[in-house]
Protein backbone atom coordinates (compact mmCIF):
# COMPACT_ATOMS: atom_id res chain seq x y z
CA UNK A 1 0.00 0.00 0.00
CA UNK A 2 1.60 3.42 -1.18
CA UNK A 3 1.83 6.55 1.26
CA UNK A 4 -1.88 7.83 -0.69
CA UNK A 5 -3.74 4.73 0.60
CA UNK A 6 -1.42 4.35 3.74
CA UNK A 7 -2.78 8.68 4.40
CA UNK A 8 -6.47 7.81 3.82
CA UNK A 9 -6.41 4.37 6.06
CA UNK A 10 -5.02 6.85 9.19
CA UNK A 11 -7.85 9.49 8.40
CA UNK A 12 -9.99 6.51 8.21
CA UNK A 13 -8.91 5.88 11.97
CA UNK A 14 -10.52 1.69 12.12
CA UNK A 15 -10.74 0.36 15.19
CA UNK A 16 -8.65 -2.61 16.03
CA UNK A 17 -11.52 -5.09 15.27
CA UNK A 18 -12.20 -2.89 12.09
CA UNK A 19 -8.96 -3.48 10.60
CA UNK A 20 -9.52 -7.02 11.37
CA UNK A 21 -12.30 -7.01 8.94
CA UNK A 22 -9.98 -5.00 6.35
CA UNK A 23 -7.69 -7.31 6.48
CA UNK A 24 -10.22 -10.15 6.23
CA UNK A 25 -11.78 -9.00 3.20
CA UNK A 26 -8.04 -8.56 1.64
CA UNK A 27 -8.04 -12.72 1.62
CA UNK A 28 -11.49 -13.94 1.70
CA UNK A 29 -14.41 -12.45 -0.99
CA UNK A 30 -17.62 -12.59 0.98
CA UNK A 31 -17.20 -11.43 4.72
CA UNK A 32 -19.50 -10.45 7.45
CA UNK A 33 -18.90 -7.50 9.70
CA UNK A 34 -20.56 -7.27 13.13
CA UNK A 35 -23.30 -9.46 14.77
CA UNK A 36 -24.45 -7.40 17.64
CA UNK A 37 -25.19 -3.15 17.86
CA UNK A 38 -22.70 -0.18 17.71
CA UNK A 39 -18.97 -1.76 16.74
CA UNK A 40 -19.17 1.15 13.81
CA UNK A 41 -20.48 -1.90 11.55
CA UNK A 42 -22.01 0.65 8.56
CA UNK A 43 -18.60 2.92 9.41
CA UNK A 44 -16.75 0.20 8.24
CA UNK A 45 -18.49 -0.83 5.38
CA UNK A 46 -18.83 2.55 3.43
CA UNK A 47 -15.24 3.04 4.18
CA UNK A 48 -13.97 -0.40 3.28
CA UNK A 49 -15.53 0.66 -0.01
CA UNK A 50 -13.45 3.34 -0.54
CA UNK A 51 -10.72 1.59 0.77
CA UNK A 52 -11.09 -0.93 -1.27
CA UNK A 53 -11.65 1.39 -5.15
CA UNK A 54 -7.96 2.83 -3.76
CA UNK A 55 -6.10 -0.27 -3.66
CA UNK A 56 -7.73 -1.73 -6.97
CA UNK A 57 -6.74 2.22 -8.72
CA UNK A 58 -2.89 2.10 -6.58
CA UNK A 59 -2.06 -1.89 -7.06
CA UNK A 60 -3.87 -2.76 -10.21
CA UNK A 61 -4.14 0.55 -12.15
CA UNK A 62 -7.97 0.15 -12.51
CA UNK A 63 -9.46 3.20 -12.54
CA UNK A 64 -12.86 4.67 -12.28
CA UNK A 65 -14.29 0.66 -10.89
CA UNK A 66 -18.03 0.97 -10.07
CA UNK A 67 -18.73 -0.67 -6.29
CA UNK A 68 -22.53 -0.54 -5.04
CA UNK A 69 -23.62 -0.03 -1.12
CA UNK A 70 -27.00 -1.40 -0.67
CA UNK A 71 -29.60 -1.16 2.28
CA UNK A 72 -33.22 -2.69 2.59
CA UNK A 73 -35.21 0.59 1.65
CA UNK A 74 -34.48 4.12 0.61
CA UNK A 75 -35.12 5.78 4.21
CA UNK A 76 -32.99 3.13 5.57
CA UNK A 77 -30.05 3.88 2.61
CA UNK A 78 -30.50 7.56 3.58
CA UNK A 79 -30.43 7.31 6.96
CA UNK A 80 -27.50 4.85 7.56
CA UNK A 81 -25.26 5.89 4.61
CA UNK A 82 -26.09 8.59 2.37
CA UNK A 83 -26.56 10.98 5.32
CA UNK A 84 -23.41 10.24 6.85
CA UNK A 85 -21.38 10.39 3.85
CA UNK A 86 -22.48 13.64 2.84
CA UNK A 87 -20.97 13.91 6.81
CA UNK A 88 -17.91 12.02 7.06
CA UNK A 89 -16.56 12.11 3.38
CA UNK A 90 -14.39 15.22 3.08
CA UNK A 91 -14.09 17.38 -0.35
CA UNK A 92 -11.04 16.38 -1.33
CA UNK A 93 -11.57 12.53 -1.18
CA UNK A 94 -14.54 13.11 -4.37
CA UNK A 95 -18.00 14.24 -4.15
CA UNK A 96 -21.47 12.98 -3.56
CA UNK A 97 -24.21 13.44 -6.54
CA UNK A 98 -27.99 13.54 -5.82
CA UNK A 99 -29.23 13.32 -9.37
CA UNK A 100 -31.93 10.44 -9.96
CA UNK A 101 -29.61 8.15 -8.60
CA UNK A 102 -26.89 8.16 -5.82
CA UNK A 103 -23.43 8.07 -5.94
CA UNK A 104 -19.95 9.45 -4.71
CA UNK A 105 -17.18 9.68 -7.08
CA UNK A 106 -13.84 9.87 -5.90
CA UNK A 107 -11.66 12.22 -6.97
CA UNK A 108 -9.14 11.26 -9.56
CA UNK A 109 -6.08 11.42 -7.97
CA UNK A 110 -7.79 8.45 -6.01
CA UNK A 111 -8.73 7.08 -9.14
CA UNK A 112 -11.71 8.19 -10.30
CA UNK A 113 -13.88 5.09 -9.07
CA UNK A 114 -17.85 5.37 -7.85
CA UNK A 115 -19.41 3.85 -4.80
CA UNK A 116 -23.81 3.55 -6.50
CA UNK A 117 -25.91 3.91 -3.15
CA UNK A 118 -28.45 2.05 -4.18
CA UNK A 119 -32.02 0.31 -2.08
CA UNK A 120 -33.09 -3.71 -2.41
CA UNK A 121 -36.99 -2.83 -2.95
CA UNK A 122 -37.03 -4.98 -5.86
CA UNK A 123 -33.33 -6.77 -6.20
CA UNK A 124 -34.08 -8.07 -9.99
CA UNK A 125 -33.19 -4.45 -11.38
CA UNK A 126 -29.70 -4.42 -10.72
CA UNK A 127 -29.48 -7.92 -13.16
CA UNK A 128 -27.80 -5.97 -15.69
CA UNK A 129 -26.17 -3.75 -13.43
CA UNK A 130 -21.77 -4.88 -12.61
CA UNK A 131 -19.85 -4.12 -9.47
CA UNK A 132 -16.11 -4.82 -8.38
CA UNK A 133 -17.86 -4.83 -4.77
CA UNK A 134 -21.05 -4.96 -3.60
CA UNK A 135 -21.48 -4.63 0.16
CA UNK A 136 -25.01 -5.33 2.30
CA UNK A 137 -25.60 -3.01 5.38
CA UNK A 138 -28.00 -5.21 7.62
CA UNK A 139 -28.14 -8.02 5.63
CA UNK A 140 -30.65 -10.26 7.65
CA UNK A 141 -32.97 -7.78 6.62
CA UNK A 142 -32.97 -9.55 3.25
CA UNK A 143 -33.36 -12.84 1.96
CA UNK A 144 -31.13 -15.55 0.34
CA UNK A 145 -32.24 -14.97 -3.03
CA UNK A 146 -31.40 -11.50 -2.89
CA UNK A 147 -27.96 -12.24 -1.90
CA UNK A 148 -27.87 -14.66 -4.87
CA UNK A 149 -29.08 -12.05 -6.93
CA UNK A 150 -26.64 -9.41 -5.91
CA UNK A 151 -23.32 -11.99 -6.21
CA UNK A 152 -24.52 -12.48 -10.01
CA UNK A 153 -23.62 -9.36 -10.83
CA UNK A 154 -20.15 -9.39 -9.20
CA UNK A 155 -17.73 -8.77 -12.32
CA UNK A 156 -15.43 -5.99 -13.32
CA UNK A 157 -12.66 -5.89 -15.91
CA UNK A 158 -9.19 -6.80 -14.53
CA UNK A 159 -10.80 -7.67 -10.81
CA UNK A 160 -10.35 -11.46 -10.70
CA UNK A 161 -11.90 -11.29 -6.93
CA UNK A 162 -14.84 -9.38 -6.82
CA UNK A 163 -15.85 -8.91 -3.12
CA UNK A 164 -18.71 -9.05 -1.45
CA UNK A 165 -19.06 -7.20 2.47
CA UNK A 166 -22.04 -7.28 4.42
CA UNK A 167 -22.58 -5.93 8.48
CA UNK A 168 -25.63 -6.92 10.46
CA UNK A 169 -27.20 -7.18 13.51
CA UNK A 170 -29.37 -10.85 14.21
CA UNK A 171 -32.71 -10.39 13.50
CA UNK A 172 -34.73 -10.20 10.69
CA UNK A 173 -36.21 -12.26 7.94
CA UNK A 174 -32.82 -13.18 6.71
CA UNK A 175 -31.41 -14.11 10.63
CA UNK A 176 -31.88 -18.03 9.67
CA UNK A 177 -30.05 -17.97 6.21
CA UNK A 178 -27.26 -15.47 7.49
CA UNK A 179 -26.58 -17.64 10.79
CA UNK A 180 -26.35 -20.61 8.70
CA UNK A 181 -23.52 -19.57 6.49
CA UNK A 182 -21.01 -16.79 8.43
CA UNK A 183 -21.67 -18.23 12.24
CA UNK A 184 -22.75 -22.03 11.78
CA UNK A 185 -20.95 -22.43 8.54
CA UNK A 186 -23.33 -24.59 6.85
CA UNK A 187 -22.97 -24.55 2.94
CA UNK A 188 -25.58 -25.45 0.84
CA UNK A 189 -24.59 -27.70 -2.29
CA UNK A 190 -24.27 -25.65 -4.53
CA UNK A 191 -21.40 -23.54 -2.77
CA UNK A 192 -19.81 -26.27 -1.69
CA UNK A 193 -19.81 -28.22 -4.81
CA UNK A 194 -20.69 -26.39 -7.84
CA UNK A 195 -19.84 -28.17 -11.26
CA UNK A 196 -17.74 -25.56 -13.94
CA UNK A 197 -18.38 -26.29 -17.67
CA UNK A 198 -14.68 -28.10 -17.75
CA UNK A 199 -16.15 -30.74 -15.41
CA UNK A 200 -14.15 -29.22 -12.30
CA UNK A 201 -15.79 -28.40 -8.87
CA UNK A 202 -15.63 -25.36 -6.95
CA UNK A 203 -15.75 -25.19 -3.50
CA UNK A 204 -16.88 -21.16 -1.85
CA UNK A 205 -16.58 -22.04 1.33
CA UNK A 206 -13.37 -21.19 2.62
CA UNK A 207 -14.21 -17.69 0.75
CA UNK A 208 -16.87 -16.89 3.63
CA UNK A 209 -15.24 -14.91 6.87
CA UNK A 210 -16.71 -13.55 9.89
CA UNK A 211 -15.26 -11.46 12.08
CA UNK A 212 -17.24 -10.94 15.19
CA UNK A 213 -17.51 -7.29 16.65
CA UNK A 214 -19.34 -6.18 19.85
CA UNK A 215 -20.34 -3.34 20.95
CA UNK A 216 -17.23 -3.15 23.19
CA UNK A 217 -15.18 -3.44 20.20
CA UNK A 218 -15.75 0.76 19.95
CA UNK A 219 -14.30 2.95 22.08
CA UNK A 220 -16.39 6.14 20.68
CA UNK A 221 -19.73 4.94 21.93
CA UNK A 222 -21.21 6.89 25.00
CA UNK A 223 -22.26 5.97 28.85
CA UNK A 224 -25.86 6.23 27.83
CA UNK A 225 -25.52 4.15 24.54
CA UNK A 226 -24.52 1.24 27.11
CA UNK A 227 -26.92 1.91 29.93
CA UNK A 228 -29.88 1.87 26.55
CA UNK A 229 -27.93 -1.57 25.00
CA UNK A 230 -27.98 -3.00 28.88
CA UNK A 231 -31.87 -2.18 30.07
CA UNK A 232 -32.83 -3.78 26.45
CA UNK A 233 -35.21 -6.62 27.88
CA UNK A 234 -33.45 -10.16 27.37
CA UNK A 235 -34.88 -11.25 23.98
CA UNK A 236 -33.05 -8.00 22.35
CA UNK A 237 -29.83 -7.50 25.24
CA UNK A 238 -29.04 -11.15 23.97
CA UNK A 239 -28.48 -10.54 20.48
CA UNK A 240 -27.27 -6.82 20.18
CA UNK A 241 -25.65 -6.54 23.59
CA UNK A 242 -23.88 -10.24 23.76
CA UNK A 243 -23.84 -10.93 20.01
CA UNK A 244 -25.78 -14.10 21.22
CA UNK A 245 -27.46 -15.25 17.51
CA UNK A 246 -28.98 -17.85 19.01
CA UNK A 247 -32.12 -15.70 20.21
CA UNK A 248 -33.59 -13.82 17.63
CA UNK A 249 -35.22 -10.41 17.79
CA UNK A 250 -38.55 -10.24 16.64
CA UNK A 251 -39.40 -14.07 17.54
CA UNK A 252 -42.64 -14.82 17.62
CA UNK A 253 -42.30 -18.42 19.36
CA UNK A 254 -39.35 -17.24 22.29
CA UNK A 255 -39.05 -20.76 23.66
CA UNK A 256 -36.14 -23.32 24.36
CA UNK A 257 -36.63 -26.03 22.16
CA UNK A 258 -36.46 -28.32 24.91
CA UNK A 259 -39.77 -27.09 25.98
CA UNK A 260 -41.80 -28.91 23.77
CA UNK A 261 -39.65 -31.33 22.06
CA UNK A 262 -40.36 -34.65 22.67
CA UNK A 263 -39.44 -38.33 21.49
CA UNK A 264 -41.65 -40.25 19.49
CA UNK A 265 -44.78 -40.45 21.89
CA UNK A 266 -46.38 -43.96 22.32
CA UNK A 267 -50.02 -43.36 20.49
CA UNK A 268 -53.09 -45.04 22.39
CA UNK A 269 -55.68 -46.84 19.85
CA UNK A 270 -58.62 -44.01 21.70
CA UNK A 271 -56.87 -40.96 21.03
CA UNK A 272 -58.13 -39.06 18.35
CA UNK A 273 -55.95 -38.18 15.37
CA UNK A 274 -55.37 -36.46 12.62
CA UNK A 275 -53.72 -34.51 9.71
CA UNK A 276 -52.54 -30.89 8.29
CA UNK A 277 -50.98 -30.14 5.07
CA UNK A 278 -49.95 -27.17 3.89
CA UNK A 279 -49.58 -28.14 0.02
CA UNK A 280 -46.86 -26.52 -2.71
CA UNK A 281 -44.89 -27.60 -5.95
CA UNK A 282 -41.72 -26.03 -6.67
CA UNK A 283 -41.88 -24.23 -2.77
CA UNK A 284 -42.37 -27.43 -0.32
CA UNK A 285 -45.25 -29.09 0.79
CA UNK A 286 -45.42 -30.09 4.42
CA UNK A 287 -47.53 -32.25 6.25
CA UNK A 288 -48.66 -33.32 9.70
CA UNK A 289 -49.94 -35.77 12.22
CA UNK A 290 -51.69 -34.95 15.40
CA UNK A 291 -52.82 -36.60 18.29
CA UNK A 292 -54.65 -35.36 21.68
CA UNK A 293 -53.77 -37.15 25.31
CA UNK A 294 -56.09 -37.64 27.86
CA UNK A 295 -54.89 -34.75 29.39
CA UNK A 296 -55.81 -32.44 26.44
CA UNK A 297 -52.45 -32.29 25.34
CA UNK A 298 -51.82 -32.00 21.21
CA UNK A 299 -48.72 -34.24 20.17
CA UNK A 300 -47.66 -33.58 16.99
CA UNK A 301 -45.65 -37.00 16.35
CA UNK A 302 -45.17 -37.40 12.16
CA UNK A 303 -44.16 -35.18 9.03
CA UNK A 304 -44.22 -35.17 5.14
CA UNK A 305 -42.18 -32.69 3.53
CA UNK A 306 -41.37 -32.93 -0.29
CA UNK A 307 -41.09 -31.11 -3.39
CA UNK A 308 -42.82 -31.51 -6.40
CA UNK A 309 -44.46 -34.01 -5.46
CA UNK A 310 -47.53 -35.18 -8.14
CA UNK A 311 -50.90 -34.05 -6.54
CA UNK A 312 -52.62 -37.25 -7.87
CA UNK A 313 -50.63 -39.49 -5.70
CA UNK A 314 -50.90 -37.68 -2.43
CA UNK A 315 -53.34 -39.29 -1.19
CA UNK A 316 -52.35 -42.79 -1.61
CA UNK A 317 -49.19 -41.52 0.37
CA UNK A 318 -51.01 -40.10 3.25
CA UNK A 319 -53.02 -43.69 3.54
CA UNK A 320 -49.63 -45.26 3.48
CA UNK A 321 -47.81 -43.07 6.15
CA UNK A 322 -51.32 -43.64 8.33
CA UNK A 323 -51.13 -47.31 8.47
CA UNK A 324 -52.90 -48.78 11.18
CA UNK A 325 -53.97 -45.79 12.16
CA UNK A 326 -58.10 -44.55 12.47
CA UNK A 327 -57.49 -40.62 11.00
CA UNK A 328 -60.41 -38.56 12.39
CA UNK A 329 -59.75 -35.74 9.98
CA UNK A 330 -57.57 -33.90 7.02
CA UNK A 331 -57.19 -30.59 7.21
CA UNK A 332 -55.61 -28.72 3.91
CA UNK A 333 -54.47 -25.36 3.28
CA UNK A 334 -56.75 -22.87 1.06
CA UNK A 335 -54.25 -22.73 -1.86
CA UNK A 336 -54.97 -26.17 -2.40
CA UNK A 337 -58.66 -25.52 -2.98
CA UNK A 338 -58.24 -22.55 -5.43
CA UNK A 339 -54.98 -23.87 -7.69
CA UNK A 340 -55.76 -26.19 -10.36
CA UNK A 341 -53.76 -28.92 -12.19
CA UNK A 342 -56.44 -30.44 -14.71
CA UNK A 343 -60.00 -29.54 -14.40
CA UNK A 344 -59.93 -30.09 -11.02
CA UNK A 345 -58.54 -28.55 -8.32
CA UNK A 346 -55.61 -29.79 -6.21
CA UNK A 347 -57.57 -30.69 -2.75
CA UNK A 348 -60.18 -32.82 -5.16
CA UNK A 349 -57.08 -34.38 -7.03
CA UNK A 350 -55.61 -35.60 -3.45
CA UNK A 351 -59.36 -36.34 -2.55
CA UNK A 352 -59.59 -38.74 -5.42
CA UNK A 353 -56.41 -40.87 -4.02
CA UNK A 354 -57.23 -41.49 -0.43
CA UNK A 355 -57.80 -44.81 0.25
CA UNK A 356 -61.19 -46.02 1.52
CA UNK A 357 -61.58 -45.91 5.33
CA UNK A 358 -59.55 -42.37 5.58
CA UNK A 359 -61.65 -39.15 5.48
CA UNK A 360 -61.97 -36.46 2.94
CA UNK A 361 -59.63 -33.60 2.77
CA UNK A 362 -61.53 -30.10 4.15
CA UNK A 363 -60.44 -26.75 4.63
CA UNK A 364 -58.53 -25.84 6.74
CA UNK A 365 -59.39 -22.77 9.38
CA UNK A 366 -56.78 -20.02 7.79
CA UNK A 367 -57.16 -17.47 10.56
CA UNK A 368 -53.57 -16.78 10.26
CA UNK A 369 -53.55 -14.06 13.92
CA UNK A 370 -56.30 -16.36 15.85
CA UNK A 371 -53.65 -19.60 14.80
CA UNK A 372 -50.52 -18.09 15.38
CA UNK A 373 -51.75 -16.46 19.24
CA UNK A 374 -53.65 -20.35 19.48
CA UNK A 375 -49.99 -21.84 18.89
CA UNK A 376 -47.92 -19.28 21.03
CA UNK A 377 -50.52 -20.43 24.06
CA UNK A 378 -50.21 -23.96 23.58
CA UNK A 379 -46.44 -23.72 23.59
CA UNK A 380 -46.19 -21.46 26.46
CA UNK A 381 -48.54 -23.32 28.67
CA UNK A 382 -46.67 -26.35 27.73
CA UNK A 383 -49.81 -28.11 26.10
CA UNK A 384 -48.14 -28.84 22.84
CA UNK A 385 -45.50 -31.25 22.15
CA UNK A 386 -43.64 -31.75 19.06
CA UNK A 387 -41.96 -35.26 18.17
CA UNK A 388 -37.76 -35.34 16.96
CA UNK A 389 -39.65 -37.37 13.84
CA UNK A 390 -40.83 -33.74 12.55
CA UNK A 391 -37.10 -32.10 11.81
CA UNK A 392 -38.48 -29.36 9.61
CA UNK A 393 -41.03 -28.05 12.48
CA UNK A 394 -38.54 -27.97 14.78
CA UNK A 395 -36.21 -26.29 12.52
CA UNK A 396 -39.07 -23.51 11.72
CA UNK A 397 -40.65 -22.21 14.56
CA UNK A 398 -37.35 -20.51 16.12
CA UNK A 399 -36.92 -19.33 12.98
CA UNK A 400 -40.71 -17.25 12.38
CA UNK A 401 -40.55 -13.27 13.15
CA UNK A 402 -43.47 -10.78 14.00
CA UNK A 403 -44.75 -9.57 10.98
CA UNK A 404 -44.05 -5.63 9.94
CA UNK A 405 -46.21 -2.59 10.54
CA UNK A 406 -49.76 -3.38 10.80
CA UNK A 407 -49.28 -6.94 10.66
CA UNK A 408 -47.36 -7.02 13.95
CA UNK A 409 -49.71 -9.85 15.96
CA UNK A 410 -49.38 -12.17 12.49
CA UNK A 411 -46.25 -14.52 11.56
CA UNK A 412 -44.10 -12.84 9.09
CA UNK A 413 -44.67 -14.54 5.61
CA UNK A 414 -41.35 -16.22 4.43
CA UNK A 415 -40.79 -18.35 1.17
CA UNK A 416 -38.50 -21.38 1.35
CA UNK A 417 -35.54 -21.19 -0.21
CA UNK A 418 -32.56 -23.22 -0.71
CA UNK A 419 -30.72 -21.32 2.66
CA UNK A 420 -33.68 -20.83 4.37
CA UNK A 421 -36.76 -23.69 5.89
CA UNK A 422 -39.52 -20.70 5.09
CA UNK A 423 -42.86 -20.65 7.24
CA UNK A 424 -44.39 -24.08 5.23
CA UNK A 425 -43.92 -26.65 8.16
CA UNK A 426 -45.59 -23.73 10.45
CA UNK A 427 -48.57 -23.20 8.31
CA UNK A 428 -49.02 -26.61 8.36
CA UNK A 429 -48.98 -26.96 11.86
CA UNK A 430 -51.22 -23.90 12.16
CA UNK A 431 -53.56 -25.36 10.32
CA UNK A 432 -53.95 -28.40 11.85
CA UNK A 433 -54.16 -26.78 15.64
CA UNK A 434 -56.72 -24.23 14.61
CA UNK A 435 -58.82 -26.22 12.44
CA UNK A 436 -59.08 -28.69 15.16
CA UNK A 437 -59.37 -26.76 18.15
CA UNK A 438 -62.37 -24.47 18.13
CA UNK A 439 -63.09 -22.11 21.97
CA UNK A 440 -65.24 -25.05 23.66
CA UNK A 441 -62.03 -27.51 23.65
CA UNK A 442 -59.20 -25.57 24.07
CA UNK A 443 -57.59 -26.58 27.18
CA UNK A 444 -57.75 -24.76 30.58
CA UNK A 445 -54.53 -23.86 30.60
CA UNK A 446 -54.57 -22.04 26.96
CA UNK A 447 -57.71 -20.24 27.95
CA UNK A 448 -56.29 -18.88 30.73
CA UNK A 449 -53.44 -17.81 29.04
CA UNK A 450 -55.53 -16.41 26.46
CA UNK A 451 -57.16 -14.18 29.44
CA UNK A 452 -54.11 -13.10 31.24
CA UNK A 453 -52.34 -12.00 27.96
CA UNK A 454 -55.80 -9.89 26.63
CA UNK A 455 -55.35 -8.38 30.22
CA UNK A 456 -52.08 -6.95 29.75
CA UNK A 457 -50.48 -6.82 33.20
CA UNK A 458 -47.87 -4.97 33.95
CA UNK A 459 -47.91 -6.25 38.51
CA UNK A 460 -46.67 -9.42 38.91
CA UNK A 461 -48.88 -9.61 41.97
CA UNK A 462 -51.99 -8.99 40.08
CA UNK A 463 -51.41 -11.37 37.43
CA UNK A 464 -50.87 -14.60 39.59
CA UNK A 465 -54.16 -13.72 41.19
CA UNK A 466 -55.91 -13.34 38.82
CA UNK A 467 -54.65 -16.59 36.98
CA UNK A 468 -55.71 -18.33 40.37
CA UNK A 469 -59.64 -16.71 39.88
CA UNK A 470 -59.33 -17.44 36.31
CA UNK A 471 -58.21 -21.17 36.76
CA UNK A 472 -61.59 -21.60 38.78
CA UNK A 473 -63.44 -19.88 36.68
CA UNK A 474 -62.78 -21.84 33.66
CA UNK A 475 -62.98 -25.22 35.32
CA UNK A 476 -66.32 -25.13 36.45
CA UNK A 477 -67.68 -23.90 33.07
CA UNK A 478 -65.74 -27.45 31.64
CA UNK A 479 -67.96 -29.49 34.62
CA UNK A 480 -71.06 -30.66 33.25
CA UNK A 481 -74.12 -28.84 34.76
CA UNK A 482 -76.10 -30.12 36.99
CA UNK A 483 -80.01 -30.23 37.15
CA UNK A 484 -81.99 -30.58 40.25
CA UNK A 485 -85.51 -32.51 40.63
CA UNK A 486 -88.08 -30.20 38.70
CA UNK A 487 -90.48 -28.93 40.81
CA UNK A 488 -94.29 -30.35 39.16
CA UNK A 489 -98.25 -29.46 40.14
CA UNK A 490 -99.71 -32.52 41.84
CA UNK A 491 -102.17 -33.75 40.39
CA UNK A 492 -105.51 -33.78 41.74
CA UNK A 493 -107.30 -36.06 43.70
CA UNK A 494 -109.68 -38.49 41.82
CA UNK A 495 -113.12 -38.81 43.97
Known sequence: MNQQANSLLAYVDPTPRQREF???????????????????????????????????FVEK???????????????????????????????????????????????????????????LDDPSKYLSSEFAASAVDELTRNTYQTFNDLRLRLRWPGVDRPLFLAATNPGGIGH????????????????????????????????FGLVRALPSDNPHLSKQYWVDLATLPAHMRKPYLEGDWNVLAGQY??????????????????????????????????????????????????????????????????????????????????????????????????????????????????????????????LKSDMLGISVECPKLLECLPEMIHGEDKELEDVLKVDWSPG?????????????????????????EVKVEQRVEAAHFTDPTSEMVFRSKWA??????????????QWRRPMPRMA
Open 22 to 56: IEAWRNKRFVLFGGAAGPGKSYMLRWSLVLFLVSL
Open 472 to 485: VQEKRKMQPKKFGR
Open 176 to 207: AWVKKLWIDRVFPEELKNAKLPDGSTVDLSPE
Open 420 to 444: HIGDDPYDSERYGIKSYLHTGSLPL
Open 253 to 378: FPFEKSKYEIQPPKLERWWPKWISGDWGWKHPMCWHWHTRQDDGKILTYREWWAQEFDERLIGAELGRRSEGETIDAIYLGPDAWAKRSSQHTIAEEINAGLPRGMPQCEQADNDRIGGARLLYNL
Open 61 to 119: KIAKARVALFCEDYPSLYDRQISKIDAEFPSWLGKLKRGDTKEFVLHEDYGGGAISLRN
